[in-house]
Nanobody, 121 residues
Framework: QFVESGGGLVQPGGSLRLSCAAS????????IGWFRQAPGKGREGVSCINPNGGIANVADSVKGRFIISRDNAKNTIYLQMNNLEYDDTAVYYCAAASYGCSPYASLFVFWGKGTQVTVSS
């Protein structure tokens, strides 16, 4: 199971960097996706990174603001979030997909418990 961290309370326009870590996991074999779920809404794909570092499925709402990256040596995936907006408030999750990045959350496994991001003035 993954463990997400790095969430918190931030003002609009601020930045946060989320981390997704797991032990005893073969990172090289999986694509890793970041998802989020706002209160009263469904789970939304944010961004995904393939084993070769290729990035896919970036949500239109975060393009140009969020950057996903991976450090296989540290067994960690990051989501750098810049210029945060009120609508970015959500619980953020990471998960793995065996067959590459996909927009469908149902194809992802090893979900963590999430980390809360709250954008508020």
């Amino acid at each position: 199971q993954f463990v997400e961290s790095g969430g918190g309370l931030v003002q609009p326009g601020g930045s946060l960097r989320l981390s997704c870590a797991a032990s005893d996991f073969t990172w090289d074999d999986y694509a890793i996706g970041w998802f989020r779920q706002a209160p009263g809404k469904g789970r939304e794909g944010v961004s995904c990174i393939n084993p070769n570092g290729g990035i896919a499925n970036v949500a239109d709402s975060v393009k140009g603001r969020f950057i996903i990256s991976r450090d296989n040596a540290k067994n960690t995936i990051y989501l750098q979030m810049n210029n945060l907006e009120y609508d970015d408030t959500a619980v953020y999750y990471c998960a793995a997909a065996s067959y590459g990045c996909s927009p469908y959350a149902s194809l992802f496994v090893f979900w963590g418990k999430g980390t809360q991001v709250t954008v508020s003035s």
